[in-house]
């Protein structure tokens, strides 16, 4: 099993930059992508970016070339870092770890208990 535990978050005014972070445990060598999501209020939760075990990235169009995602020294660590931050990026954002399932079931996921981040405009 994966446990992740989130850090950073918090205010900070529009146009500014937030890091947040996540470290993973447990069965970290069965996870192959590593991600944050968001949920704003009244909204569902929604994709933000994931980087794989390759490091390949994804990011949401509404993010891209302002959020950059990234595996920290130690490969249990995802990191993202905003900047130009807009108040439309409030949300409570989820770390989420990504293991695959044998014989083709698919991707478990587990999720961070969320890291709230207010942008005041």
């Known amino acids: 099993q994966v446990q992740l535990e989130e850090s950073g978050g918090g205010l900070v005014q529009a146009g500014g930059s937030l890091r947040l972070s996540c470290a993973a445990s447990g069965s970290i060598f069965s996870i192959n992508v590593l991600g944050w999501y968001r949920q704003a209020p009244g909204k569902q939760r929604e994709l933000v970016a994931t980087?794989?075990?390759?490091?390949?990235?994804t990011y949401a169009d509404s993010v891209k070339g302002r959020f950059t995602i990234s595996r920290g020294d130690a490969k249990n660590t995802v990191n993202l870092q905003m900047g130009s931050l807009k108040s439309e990026d409030t949300a409570v954002y989820y770390c989420?770890?990504?293991?695959?399932?044998?014989?083709?079931?698919?991707?478990?996921?587990?999720w961070g208990q969320g890291t709230r981040v207010t942008v005041s405009s």
């Open positions: 989420a770890a990504g293991v695959p399932q044998p014989y083709g079931l698919g991707t478990s996921w587990t």
């Open positions: 980087i794989t075990s390759g490091l390949t990235t």
